[in-house]
């Protein structure tokens, strides 16, 4: 009689994919990359800050506060740069659940749009402080160069263009976060505490 072979098994090697996953650093349709998660929160603790700090400015000017709203807003274009670039090169997450198909389209161009204008807008000050002759210092008495000499007529259209801009960033950041509280407290499904790093089942 003959002997009853076994297959033969590889054992896992150390570091090799059979022990666990890569670090993935780009999304996809499972989920979000732990760098798309940083960045999102990041993005969002200098935005609001900066929101924060515009509100202080219009009711007391100082230019300390200024000076770190500058460097908050220079912080921000590199950071948005970078996310709008993934956003529009990487597979976005499918969605939890079966949600409804138009609200997820609305919101998904509502966070398109907000990336993009977090490019835009930051780029849209600078010329406008630059056209005014307006210096954009950093604490410690760094200073952004100028973009552009000053020009009257430039500033005023730059600072039109900022202007019709935030309006809506505004707007679409208040339609972000609330659809993010009513998945979390309407739908309660776990679409927050995906952007907080969870593995969550589609």
């Known amino acids: 009689m003959s ?25 996809n349709g499972l989920g979000f990359s732990p760098i798309t998660i940083v960045l999102h929160w990041l993005v969002a603790a200098l935005v609001l800050s900066i929101i924060a700090l515009e509100a202080v400015l219009a009711i007391s000017h100082s230019v300390e506060l200024t000076r770190v709203l500058n460097l908050l807003g220079a912080l921000l274009f590199p950071v948005s ?6 956003r529009v090169t990487s597979w976005h997450p499918l969605p939890l659940g079966t949600p409804n198909p138009v609200e997820v389209i609305v919101s998904r161009s509502v966070a398109t749009a907000l990336a993009l204008a977090m490019v835009l807008l930051p780029v849209a000050a600078w010329l406008a402080k630059s056209a005014g002759g307006v210096p954009i210092e950093l604490p410690g008495g760094v200073a952004i160069p100028p973009l552009m000499d000053p020009d009257p007529h430039a500033e005023r259209i730059f600072d039109t263009l900022f202007r019709i ?14 659809g993010a509280c009513k998945n979390h407290f309407v739908l309660k499904n776990d679409a927050l505490k995906r952007m907080l790093g969870k593995h969550v089942e589609l």
């Open 3 to 27: 002997k009853l072979q076994t297959p033969y098994v590889r054992e896992p090697q150390p570091g090799g994919p059979q022990q666990h996953a890569g670090f993935q650093m780009r999304d």
């Open 81 to 86: 740069v970078y996310r709008f670039w993934a």
């Open 165 to 178: 801009g935030a309006t809506p960033f505004v707007l679409g950041l208040a339609l972000h976060i609330f």
